[in-house]
């Protein structure tokens, strides 16, 4: 069955049926377990049943009849059998891994998780470069071996520092770098909306945008425009002390150029939360750089992550109810 997008809200309040308006999807994020996620949904829709789909065969069953299923994914086969669906709310901010062609031909709206871990990330954003800049990697090899040697370190305060991406993410980290007294570069898909950046570049420019920047953070999406955008050529025009923090995903760097750049001294360092490919395999070269941080994909864990997302979820849900359309959401994907 097909909709046109934006249908009608066909959950009427006082709805008799035994089926769930909700459904959550068996995918813990970072962890957590789902019924925390769904006890934060119910809290804030006391009047909507919202249901923990436990089985992929209870999932089945029961997105026959919602008109909202949410989790980190959906595939066409469950797609194809969720008829009344309205809205899946991601519970990610990512959405390259979705079937974006399939949801927009059965006009079911898709919303992500932007913004819940903003602030987190950020941190995380921050707390990387400020770690590489003060020799933390070094400090904690020489501990390790229990050797006292002091080593010179560098300053952040006046460096150029590059943010690649423009969303939820990158907007908190250049407002975090207001009290450092850095120089802002931002890189995003339309620079003609302007930056709170010193300066702004579109992805066709991002070689003037990194000339000169000492520290770089990738939190762009994955799209056509930014996959294998940190690629050989890049890395050569990257200062050899310069800072990469990926927080994006994994394949908006060239994972080869990225170990070349490492072996042969292009670079200061680099910050990965994703990698490509993910989980990074034990025998890859990147494990072994003194000067690369991995972190296992999990810079946007937050306690307060499903709090947060079932805000936004619930917010759009009553915000259907009121218009009567499943449009002009927080965090819809334009499709
Ligand atoms: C999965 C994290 C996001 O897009 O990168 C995160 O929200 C997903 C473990």
Not at 51 to 59: D, F, K, L, Q
Not at 80 to 107: I, K, N, V
């Amino acid at each position: 069955m097909s909709r046109p997008a934006g249908g009608t809200v066909f959950w009427p309040p006082g709805d008799d049926t035994d089926m769930p308006d909700i459904v959550v999807r068996r995918h813990s994020v970072h962890g957590m377990p789902v019924d925390q996620y769904a006890s934060a949904l119910r809290e804030r829709l006391p009047d909507r049943e919202v249901a923990v789909a436990r089985t992929p065969a209870g999932e089945r069953e029961l997105v026959t009849d919602a008109a909202v299923v949410t989790g980190s994914a959906i595939d066409e086969s469950l797609l194809g059998r969720a008829d009344a669906l309205q809205l899946f709310a991601s519970t990610y901010a990512g959405y390259d891994h979705l079937p974006l062609s399939t949801l927009a031909e059965r006009g079911v709206a898709l919303t992500t998780a932007s913004g819940v871990h903003a602030q987190n990330v950020a941190e995380y954003v921050v707390g990387a470069w400020l770690s590489l800049a003060r020799g933390f990697l070094r400090a904690r090899r020489q501990q390790r071996e229990r050797v006292w040697q002091a080593f010179q370190a560098t300053d952040f305060a006046g460096s150029r520092v590059c943010v690649v991406g423009l969303g939820a993410i990158g907007d908190a980290v250049v407002e975090r770098l207001a009290g450092f007294d850095v120089e802002t570069v931002a890189v995003r898909h339309s620079p003609e909306k302007g930056a709170p950046t010193d300066e702004v570049y579109g992805y066709d420019e991002v070689h003037e945008a990194v000339a000169d920047a000492r520290y770089v953070a990738l939190a762009c999406p994955l799209t056509d425009e930014t996959r294998g955008l940190v690629d050989r050529s890049l890395l050569r025009t990257t200062h050899p002390d310069c800072v990469l923090v990926n927080v994006a995903r994994g394949p908006v760097v060239d994972t080869d150029a990225l170990v070349d750049a490492c072996q042969r001294n292009y670079l200061g360092g680099a910050v990965l939360d994703v990698t490509d490919p993910e989980p990074l395999p034990s025998d890859h070269p990147l494990w072994e750089f003194e000067n690369v941080l991995i972190t296992p994909h999990n810079a946007g864990h937050t306690p307060e992550y499903y709090e947060r997302l079932a805000d936004i979820v619930a917010d759009n849900v009553r915000r259907a109810e009121e218009t009567g359309a499943w449009d002009g959401l927080e965090n819809q994907v334009e499709l």
